[in-house]
């Protein structure tokens, strides 16, 4: 098993920034940390940002690209997503999860590919 710990989400103005965290713990050569959902109220569960196995690819969501950042602290085990210009409609409940996934697949999108996942850090974002 992987253990994944969120930290990092509060309450903060339109156009601030924010770090997100997340600590791997556990088994963690069954699965690395490597990519970042948020859900809101009502809608489901969409991608934000992932970071390949190798961390040789980093793959964005249209409506994050350019503002977020992903990376990973191999020797941490620790996922970060930096987030910039913060935005309205980016309030949410943002997942860490854990996949082992190999670099070349495309299947990082999708959250039936992630095996663990944390339980969640609220985002808020005041207008």
């Known amino acids: 098993q992987v253990q994944l710990v969120e930290s990092g989400g509060e309450l903060v103005q339109a156009g601030d920034s924010l770090r997100l965290s997340c600590a791997a713990s556990?088994?963690?050569?069954?699965?690395?940390?490597a990519g970042w959902f948020r859900q809101s109220p009502g809608k489901e569960r969409e991608f934000v940002a992932a970071i390949t196995w190798s961390g040789a690819r980093l793959l964005y969501a249209d409506s994050v690209k350019g503002r977020f950042s992903i990376s990973r602290d191999s020797g941490k085990n620790t996922l970060y997503l930096q987030m910039n210009s913060l935005k309205p409609e980016d309030p949410a409940v943002y997942y860490c999860?854990?996949?082992?996934?190999?670099?070349?697949?495309?299947?990082?999108?999708?959250?039936?590919?992630?095996?663990?996942w944390g339980q969640g850090t609220q985002v808020t974002v005041s207008s």
């Open positions: 999860a854990a996949t082992d996934l190999p670099d070349h697949s495309g299947s990082y999108y999708y959250a039936i590919a992630y095996r663990y």
């Open positions: 556990g088994q963690t050569e069954r699965g690395k940390p």
